[in-house]
């Protein structure tokens, strides 16, 4: 009996920098790291220590506070500089930086209100809020669309970070769908006293929500009690105010949680190799796809196996991967980007057929809700974890 071992093995053209690699890299249309407003790790400068930043634009994007629940930051002129963090290097020595300044970001602390209290009550400033406060769900992908959910208190919330144009004039979105409610609500919707100017609409039914002033630079968004669901739409304008007249309808962002088509159409097939079968092991090679659409830096950290016999892979810079056609032979290994944008996962376990992947900022569990071999849901199974 001869016990069979896989190697993966990277197969490169040419090698380029990793620097170029990690920064050329398509992460898709989100991606979770600890975003700071500087090159430092000091507290005063993070932004988020669970950020997930969703691309609303070419040129915008929007960072969520997966521990506190609270959009952390928006802006315009480019995604995100991972210069010099472990997604460019292989060590990095600074987090995730916005790809350009801010227009504007919250301070730390929960992004709704346990009645009318916004006060943070972590002891240590770290990790998520009190599950009967606010617990992060996980989100979903539709296409290029994210739609994160969560509870506030018994209440269920799927919001959607978009960007509306109206005219020249630009704006920040978040759409919210909530579930019946029998309390009122608190929503922070802006706090920075930095420079700078952001008008704050909302797009709603008469009665479902109203606007207002705190202090000198900060609006909270009123919600009362429900006996129904209820939609709308925070706006903050950019510069120029624009016209909220197009907004007809608000979308029922459900919708957006039943799977969304494939990002991929087409799978990356590979030749393996066998190793020689002179003793009592043998090591098989599985060849990585190094040439992939993404530009996929492929540093393979966490590896399980289906009962069918496929593979499941994760890398350092937030994939995963699906491997089938390991036979006896090894002659063609098909190979499908499942997931991607999760913070640095470092481990992997597939359990009753669901793939667990360890992240930095929590246990993720992906859900493929229509079959087509991607992941759709990225559920938070365990987040109760400290970044640093």
């Known amino acids: 009996m001869t016990l069979r071992l896989f190697l993966l093995v990277l197969l490169l053209a040419q090698d380029p920098k990793p620097a170029d690699r990690g920064a050329d890299m398509d992460y898709g249309p989100f991606l979770t790291t600890t975003l700071s407003r500087t090159k ?5 400068d ?5 950020a997930v930043t969703v691309k609303v634009a070419k040129d915008a994007a929007m960072a969520y506070d997966t521990d506190l629940l609270r959009l952390a930051g928006a802006w315009t002129g480019g995604f995100l500089d991972l210069s010099f963090t472990h997604l460019t290097t292989s060590k990095g020595l600074f987090p995730s930086r916005p790809g350009a300044a801010p227009k504007f970001a919250t301070k730390a602390g929960p992004g709704w209100a346990k009645g009318d209290d916004f006060r943070d009550p972590r002891a240590t ?6 599950r009967d406060w606010a617990q992060y769900k996980g989100l979903y992908v539709d296409g290029d669309q994210v739609v994160l959910s969560y509870t506030v208190g018994s209440v269920p919330v ?3 970070p978009g960007l509306l144009e109206s005219g020249s004039a630009r704006a920040f979105t978040r759409t919210f769908n909530l579930g019946p409610c029998e309390v009122p609500l608190k929503l922070l919707v802006f706090d920075d006293d930095s420079p700078g100017h952001v008008d704050v609409g909302l797009a709603a039914a008469p009665g479902v929500a109203r606007l207002e002033t705190s202090g000198k630079s900060t609006i909270v968004l009123d919600i009362p009690p429900h006996p129904a669901p ?3 739409m925070v ?5 120029a105010k624009g016209d909220l007249s197009g907004v007809k309808q608000l979308p029922d962002l459900a919708a957006h949680c039943k799977g969304g088509p494939a990002r991929s159409v087409e799978p990356l097939v590979t030749k393996g190799a066998l190793g020689k079968d002179e003793g009592p092991l043998a090591i098989d090679t599985l060849t990585l796809p190094e040439a992939n659409p993404w530009k996929s830096w492929m540093r393979t950290t966490g590896l399980d196996f289906f009962p069918d016999g496929r593979a499941a892979l994760s890398t350092w ?3 995963v991967w699906i491997c089938s056609g390991i036979d006896a032979t090894l002659e063609k290994l098909t190979w499908k980007r499942y997931a ?3 913070y640095e996962p470092l481990g992997l376990k597939i359990v009753d057929g669901l793939v667990y992947v360890l992240g930095r900022d929590q246990i993720t569990r992906l859900r493929d809700l229509n079959n087509d071999g991607e992941a759709d849901f990225y559920e938070s199974f365990c987040n109760l974890g400290v970044t640093m």
């Open 317 to 319: 810079s937030g994939d």
């Open 340 to 342: 991607s944008g999760l």
């Open 40 to 44: 430092s790790e000091k507290d005063a």
């Open 230 to 232: 209820v939609r709308f």
């Open 125 to 130: 400033g770290r990790g998520p809020l009190p």
């Open 46 to 50: 993070i932004l988020a220590y669970k």
């Open 158 to 160: 799927l919001e959607q």
């Open 235 to 239: 706006v903050l304008w950019i510069g």
